[in-house]
């Protein structure tokens, strides 16, 4: 048995992961236990957690590997402000002596932490560093249906690569082709992201969010100024425009003055339409990017597949519309595609590279639909909620899907805690908030009284796989959230002509399908399949659902509140419970209801998540 440790941290988004014998045991990131979101610590509790589940103790544990290699990404930012000197003097000032004391000599930092794991672990040689695009693309591949697929890796910027291709063949995988550093599609959409006012690695799904609000009025300013597109897909950015070379901002001043305004202040300026207008702009400018870099490979290789990692990877947006171009045949895209997968792939990658070990392919894929975090036993619940205080049912499952899915018909919000934690920033089924898709306030409900978040957000439906062809333009599997597709024809609600007419924000409330609270205003859905064999709780829930309501989808949110985790243990789910709206609290065949409870032990926490909610002009 050979058993390898991969770990990533130190710039956001650490984890840890366990591969043993080429087979995923166990993931999950730090932030999940720290509650500190996109933690970069060192995951001192990822990896106690991956040890405990795997009955391992570190001094037992034959290799461990880092997902990349200081002294390459030390060399950049060396090269990088010698490149643009004098300018970011204040920047290089601030940085260079955190590299010296600590991160350039990483293996011995790593050593001196691991060894707080185990007494017993005394052999630093037993810790490896793969390249940071090695493992993003590892992440994608090894765990992907594929014998052989193209690896396109999209980010922010790793070492020096920025966007890597690279061809997966059994159990190798050769890098092709990079973009280096500072030209960057992954920085270029933070740039944005940090122009509209959110926060730059983990505020970019709001600004997908946000596009089909607005119309991409600014895509040729972005064209013609910011990014050179080639035919191929590659790029080159003009640096005058930005300031994250070497600077401590993302964008410049001619940036601000190519568009008109300064970066807009969360916490003095509301969202407008220039800003929705901005974001549409520079999704489609993203999708044209990843549309021609595909096509570019498509013909170039003639390989029916393709395997996407890197932050990019996220964009469900952009990854729909490459699946629906038809380049390709086939799609798989890694759940924890951003720095915290990069474990994962790292630990992969020492397997069948270094030590040039076979693949086990798996029919769907090797990931256990990426339910590899802790679990709790029906006992360990119940002592917990006992403990809390707080009184509930215990249901058999029967009963547990028939009382559940009565409350999701009559409109009540549930939180859902079952299984695995999801690995990636998805939840998929088991850390989840779910709600009638039929409804049509419910997304307003969730947005402002369970989520405490920007009204604007969309939610995601989560469908049983084999209805979806007859609500979604999709007939493959999506278990993973990581597309997006239309709503059928046939489930859409023709609009009147003044309400085409509407702009912004004022597209919100007017209701679009047979499921408006999981139908964006542009007809779209981030989709997830749920699927009997990977998920059976969560599909006899939906089944049931459907069954009362005749509707086989529902809404399905991460349990969590804006700014905080998704939920990991029982006692977390329960003060999130107490702490929103949501209804009902279902942990294993635990069964609570808000009107239930004592009086005393409800909380309300609304007013430390007041800013989001004035954000949004009308």
Request: hydrophobic residues 35%; charged residues 25%.
């Amino acid at each position: 048995m050979t058993s390898i440790l991969g770990i990533s941290a130190f710039y956001h988004d650490s984890a840890a992961a366990l591969v043993i014998d080429g087979k995923i045991i166990a993931a999950a990131q730090e932030e999940r236990f720290t509650r500190k979101k996109h933690d970069p610590s060192y995951p001192f509790n990822a990896i106690e957690f991956v040890l405990s589940f795997s009955k391992l103790k570190l001094h037992q544990i034959d290799y461990i590997v880092f997902y990349e290699k200081p002294f390459l990404k030390f060399e950049r930012l060396l090269e990088t402000y010698v490149a643009f000197a004098p300018k970011g003097f204040k920047s290089f000032c601030m940085f260079i002596p955190i590299w010296l004391k600590e991160k350039l000599f990483q293996k011995k930092l790593i050593f001196n932490k691991l060894k707080r794991h185990d007494e017993n672990f005394n052999d630093i040689n037993k810790i490896y560093f793969s390249e940071h695009h090695l493992s993003h693309a590892a992440s994608a591949f090894y765990p992907s249906p594929f014998r052989e697929a193209i690896i396109l890796t999209a980010d922010g910027v790793g070492e020096w690569g920025t966007t890597t291709v690279a061809i997966g063949k059994e159990n190798e995988i050769e890098i092709v082709k990079e973009i280096h550093f500072p030209h960057s599609l992954g920085l270029l959409y933070s740039a944005f992201t940090y122009y509209a006012g959110f926060k730059v690695n983990s505020g970019e799904y709001k600004l997908m969010g946000l596009a089909p609000y607005g119309e991409p009025k600014y895509k040729k300013l972005i064209t013609d100024n910011l990014i050179d597109i080639k035919d191929d897909g590659s790029f080159k950015l003009d640096q005058s425009y930005f300031e994250y070379s070497t600077g401590l901002k993302m964008t410049s001043k001619r940036f601000s003055k190519l568009f008109g305004n300064k970066p807009r202040n969360p916490e003095k300026e509301k969202l407008t339409q220039f800003h929705m207008d901005i974001a549409a702009s520079i999704q489609e400018v993203t999708e044209d990017v990843m549309l021609k870099i595909t096509n570019s490979l498509a013909s170039e290789y003639n390989i029916e597949n393709l395997c996407l990692a890197g932050g990019v990877a996220l964009n469900c947006v952009a990854n729909g519309k490459i699946l629906r171009n038809g380049k390709f045949k086939n799609i798989w895209i890694q759940p924890a595609a951003g720095d915290s997968g990069g474990s994962l792939g790292a630990a992969l990658g020492l397997w069948h590279i270094e030590l040039k070990q076979n693949r086990a392919i798996s029919a769907k894929d090797g990931m256990n639909s990426s339910y590899l975090g802790p679990e709790y036993s029906q006992d360990e619940v119940e002592k917990k909620l006992k403990e809390l205080g707080t009184n509930f049912e215990i249901l058999d499952d029967e009963q547990l899907f028939e009382k559940t899915a009565l409350e999701l018909s009559n409109g009540k919000t549930v939180g859902w805690f079952q299984g695995r934690m999801e690995f990636g920033p998805r939840a998929l089924g088991n850390r989840s908030i779910l709600g009638d898709a039929r409804s049509e306030t419910m997304q307003k409900t969730l947005n402002l009284k369970v989520k405490f978040r920007e009204s604007f957000r969309p939610f995601a439906p989560s469908i049983i796989r084999e209805d979806l062809p007859t609500w979604f333009n999709l007939n493959c599997d999506s278990p993973y959230m990581l597309l997006v597709s239309d709503v059928v024809k046939e489930k859409r609600r023709m609009m009147s002509e003044k309400e085409k007419a509407l702009f912004g924000i004022d597209k919100l409330n007017i209701k679009r399908s047979d499921i408006p609270a999981v139908t964006h205003v542009d007809y779209s859905a981030r989709v997830q399949t749920v699927h009997r064999e990977t998920n059976p709780k969560y599909y006899k829930l939906i089944s049931e659902f459907k069954k009362r309501t005749g509707c086989p989808v529902i809404v399905n949110t991460s349990f969590n509140v804006r700014g905080e985790p998704i939920v990991n243990t029982p006692e977390e789910a329960f003060g999130c419970f107490l702490a929103t709206e949501i209804d009902i609290l279902v942990i294993g065949n635990c069964y609570l209801n808000k009107e239930s409870l004592d009086k005393s032990l409800k909380k309300d926490h609304k007013i430390k998540y007041k800013l989001d909610l004035k954000q949004i002009e009308n």
